[in-house]
């Protein structure tokens, strides 16, 4: 037996002592953490388990009654409401609780009324806008929906600075009236023919509080609004206390919602909002059919996918497969602060050494749609841009060593499709489907006009053939990507290796997507892979995606452009576009006037090179026929099947059981 | 007293130092990023929905203000020390107004859970195995067992849970793909069976790798100490080779482990991020991941403060109970 130790009261051993620590340890590890497990564990509601739930679902719910769709990301926190605030997840969530007046769907183009009768109605001055409820909605309680709850909702989000349109209702609205119980009118603190675009969901639009819910909310910024109640087709039923997965319930009254109204379909019983992570578990959750829908794959793994599960399916059946319809563009966004990117020339240059039918195919797997315009090739915008001023493309020339030059090149498509059919995809020789497929033209790959644009403007090689700046430096460009936006890094590096190819010393950067996006804001950047449209929603009017482009809103280099409430990370002043805007800003959007000054817009930003568009956005949003069909596919285009817009309510509320 | 005053005193002083130290340049270094949240915020909803530049300047001083960021950063650390002495940590920005502890105290028991058995057991499991090995270097159990342990350790960690997950989550689907644990949580049978169930894969993975590193540097120590006096004297006197593995051998050889040991479970704070990431299970690893992606400073600082407070206490605690382990160490 050993003698008693410093510290170590007489009897008891260092032995002894050293044992009974371990075997205490050795209880209390798994002991807390398990305690800790259950306290961290709070449930909601308990759901029935029944003889047909599927054993890799984290719930047991009746599989053939339960729509599983991809959730995106994680939450941080669950059981929050709260979807004013700028932090609380609104993804898919929106579409099924939440509601507001009017819709534009993505797809068609078409306007919906939701908890609108009818479209907004404006007086002369535009200082005056009228809002007609429908009849026959009620919240998931029985409240029926009414004026009040759309007239609180904006006193209050005016009321509650810092939460998401409160700084907009302030900065906009004078007062607000009900006139009876379905009819509302806003008095406006200016002219503002498109103040009805904060109630219409392109993404997401002001969403209603229940007032008799709200009106008891301490503090409206802090108050969690939960359990919700819903003015969607769905209540919450429960949650993942880690944040993996939400599961909804149909209401049984959901002919008393939009969503319904609109459907004419009642939808699943269940909605289950499940994440699984990153395109590997994704793939092998379709493969055992417990995913219904995901929203976008990298190219690979859809192909893996694919092949051998032929339930399985994109927007197309056969190639190119994916979703193209996103109102969104890639683009190259040239810093116009720095020399030589502010420079026309320069920027023409660089759109005439790249070869976008190599980048498309060979760095895009020749899945989406080139635009030569800031505005999306999707089927509601390509025929009020793209095809009436393919003849002005066709006509437009630059000043090439005092001669005119012709840049726009209307067989892209043609060649892409030359290559598709190379690579033995199945592609129709239709100029009309071409288009479809692939979009109408980009600019001419030829270098030897771009070295002229450059030689011009005081450009020189050196003896192997690398580009010197004018003042006979090397030029040496960045572009920054971000490598989780798989196309827009994908296209940096792919037009890294042709502007190398053409004697500039380019190198991306990859940065994670926060970095990425700070360094857009402050300017500290030569040329981004990034993204952006001038058509946030699938209508004609551009105003609300060239405002921002406004000169008022300029940010010099090193202040954030968030400040300013601009996205001119690019940082160009264009006194010719400004004019545009200016004119555009007391135009209705209805007015015919709107779309020929958008198209006036257009033309200016693609004249001056503005940014640099490459192609349309896709997606592989692809879905499972094993337990539920009627998605919204290319051969019933009927409306977007971007579920986790606040629009895609529709599409869930129309799927119907495969089985 | 005077261990006290000679010892410990300056030892509990010196955790102290470590944890200010450790917490000012957590909270120092997001500041210094690029990366501004509130920015990033705006960013996000700008991109979403209809927004008036003229509105979103007024908006983002509101947002700055609610979220506590406003006045120099001086005076934020000056509040954030206000705020922690009465055990406030700030809300999170990204999951505002969930206070940043409850975050933390969300995740923290999955990964207390997770790491915390699978560190154990595979220190219990390598020092056996390794010293065992060491002993019997020529057993065909002991070649095969060291040459399999060999193989494992090199492989990247990230492509062994990948192996696992494609083997027994899709081809062989025993396992789930995703989450801590399934059904409404409660005290019942199943939902306890559920955790082990979601936990198995992950912790297998753990266990694999960190008992072969583990067995590895048993088996290298031991090899020290069986070639030493103490035990070939052991053996000349005729004592039972068991008794000289286990009360000789082994207890010399695990030592410089027991420091490891303690530091490692110090370290479960930061949490095991490949594992989260590669099993799709909770913990805290991812919370600080995305935390500074998203330029979450206070969530950010709220975690380091626990890995910094995790860290500096277990080493801590090994420096006092290292007397108790090894009788030749005296605090003199």
Not at chain 1, 407 to 435: C, E, F, M, T
Not at chain 1, 605 to 627: A, I, R, Y
């Amino acid at each position: 037996m050993s003698e008693p130790r410093d510290g170590i009261r007489p009897g008891l051993t260092r032995r002894d002592f050293v044992g009974r620590g371990v075997a205490l340890g050795g209880l209390l590890i798994p002991g807390t953490s398990l305690a800790a497990f259950l306290s961290a564990c709070e449930s909601g509601h308990p759901v029935q388990e029944t003889a047909r739930t599927s054993a890799q679902l984290p719930v047991n719910v009746p599989r053939d009654k339960t729509l599983v769709i991809d959730q995106i990301f994680r939450y941080s926190v669950t059981k929050n409401f709260n979807m004013y605030s700028p932090t609380t997840p609104s993804p898919t969530r929106h579409g099924l609780v939440m509601d507001t007046l009017w819709y534009i769907d993505q797809q068609t183009g078409q306007w919906i009324n939701a908890l609108a009768s009818d479209k907004p109605a404006y007086n002369a001055d535009f200082t005056q806008m009228t809002v007609t409820l429908r009849s026959g909605v009620a919240w998931s309680d029985g409240v029926p929906f009414s004026a009040d709850d759309l007239a609180f909702t904006v006193q209050t989000l005016m009321a509650s600075p810092g939460l998401i349109w409160s700084s907009d209702m302030q900065v906009n609205v004078k007062g607000i009236a009900k006139q009876d119980e379905r009819t509302v009118v806003f008095t406006l603190k200016k002219p503002n023919p498109r103040f009805h675009l904060y109630f219409t969901s392109a993404y997401n639009a002001m969403y209603m509080m229940a007032k008799h819910v709200w009106e008891k909310a301490a503090d409206p910024r802090t108050f969690p609004n939960f359990p919700p109640v819903s003015l969607g087709a769905y209540t919450f039923q429960d949650v993942d206390p880690n944040g993996y997965w939400e599961l909804y319930k149909r209401r049984d009254d959901w002919q008393k919602t939009t969503a319904g109204m609109v459907a004419q379909n009642p939808g699943p019983d269940y909605v289950l909002t499940l994440f699984y992570g990153d395109d590997q578990h994704k793939v092998i959750a379709m493969k055992q059919h417990a995913l219904d829908v995901l929203i976008d794959l990298n190219t690979e793994a859809f192909q893996t996918l694919r092949k051998g599960t032929s339930s399985v399916s994109s927007w197309y059946n056969d190639f190119p497969w994916a979703y193209p319809n996103e109102l969104n563009v890639r683009f190259f966004g040239f810093n116009q602060t720095r020399a030589p990117y502010d420079n026309r020339d320069v920027r023409w240059a660089l759109a005439l050494a790249l070869d976008l039918v190599s980048l498309q195919t060979n760095y895009e797997g020749g899945v989406t749609r080139v635009t030569p315009f800031q505005v999306p090739a999707v089927p509601s915008l390509i025929g009020k841009y793209h095809l009436p001023l393919e003849s002005w493309l066709q006509q437009l020339s630059i000043d090439v060593d005092g001669q005119a030059y012709k840049p726009y090149d209307a067989d892209v498509p043609k060649r892409i499709g030359s290559w598709a059919k190379a690579s033995g995809h199945n592609v129709s020789d239709s100029i009309s489907q071409l288009h479809q497929l692939f979009g109408i033209g980009w600019w001419k790959h030829a270098p030897d006009m771009a070295t002229k644009l450059l030689t011009k403007n005081g450009f020189k090689k050196d003896g192997s053939g690398k580009w010197q700046l004018p003042d006979g430096k090397p030029w040496a460009m960045t572009i920054i990507a971000a490598p989780d936006e798989a196309d827009a890094y994908r296209l940096a590096l792919g037009a890294q290796d042709q502007w190398k190819k053409f004697g500039i010393d380019v190198t991306v950067q990859s940065l994670e997507r926060d970095p990425f996006n700070q360094r857009q804001y402050v300017g500290d950047f030569d040329v981004t892979s990034t993204w952006g449209a001038l058509a946030p929603t699938a209508i004609a009017d551009l105003w609300q995606g060239l405002n921002p482009f406004h000169s008022r809103y300029f940010a010099p280099i090193g202040q954030s452009t968030q400040a300013q409430g601009s996205n001119n990370w690019m940082r160009f002043r264009s006194p010719e576009l400004d004019r545009v805007i200016d004119q555009l800003t007391g135009t209705s959007p209805d007015n015919a006037a709107a779309l020929d000054l958008s198209q006036q817009a257009v033309k200016i930003w693609t004249e001056q090179m503005l940014t640099l568009p490459t192609v349309s956005f896709k997606k592989f949003v692809t879905t499972d026929s094993t337990w539920w069909t009627g998605w919204p596919k290319s051969d019933h285009a009927d409306r977007q099947p971007l579920y986790w817009f606040m629009g895609g309510r529709f599409a869930v509320q129309k799927v119907v059981p495969a089985k | 007293m005077r261990l006290l005053v000679s010892y410990v005193f300056p030892r509990l002083l010196q955790w102290a130092v470590v944890i200010v130290v450790g917490v000012t340049v957590a909270f120092a270094v997001p500041r210094l990023s690029p990366t501004q949240p509130v920015d990033q915020m705006l960013g996000r909803m700008s991109g979403m929905t209809a927004t008036d530049p003229a509105a979103v300047a007024s908006l983002r001083s509101a947002i700055i203000a609610m979220y506590g960021l406003q006045g120099t950063p001086l005076e934020q650390y000056g509040r954030f020390w206000q705020h922690l002495l009465r055990g406030d940590l700030g809300p999170s920005l990204t999951a505002f107004p969930t206070p940043v502890t409850e975050m933390i105290w969300q995740a923290l028991p999955w990964t207390i859970g997770l790491l915390g058995i699978s560190t154990i057991l595979s220190w219990l499991l390598g020092l056996a195995l390794g010293t065992l090995s060491a002993y019997r270097p020529h057993a065909l159990w002991s070649r095969l067992l060291a040459n399999g342990m060999v193989t494992i350790y090199p492989i990247p960690y990230f492509i062994l849970a990948l192996v696992l997950v494609l083997v027994f989550a899709y081809y062989v689907p025993l396992f789930p793909l995703v989450g801590g644990a399934s059904g409404p949580p409660g005290l019942s049978l199943d939902y306890l069976g559920s955790i082990v169930w979601h936990a198995f894969l992950p912790a297998l993975s753990l266990v694999l790798v960190l008992t072969a590193f583990r067995f590895l540097v048993a088996r290298a120590l031991a090899s020290g100490v069986l070639s030493s006096d103490a035990v070939t004297f052991a053996e000349t006197a005729g004592i039972p080779r068991r008794r000289i593995v286990s009360r000789y051998v082994m207890r010399n050889s695990m030592l410089p482990q027991i420091t490891d040991l303690g530091l490692q479970i110090g370290a479960m704070f930061e949490g095991a991020l490949i594992t989260e990431v590669a099993f799709s299970y909770p913990g805290i690893g991812y919370r600080l991941f995305t935390a500074i992606l998203q330029s979450d400073y206070n969530l950010i600082l709220g975690v380091t403060l626990f890995s910094v407070v995790g860290i500096a206490t277990a080493a801590l605690l090994i420096d006092f109970a290292y007397p108790l382990f090894d009788p030749r160490v005296r605090y003199q």
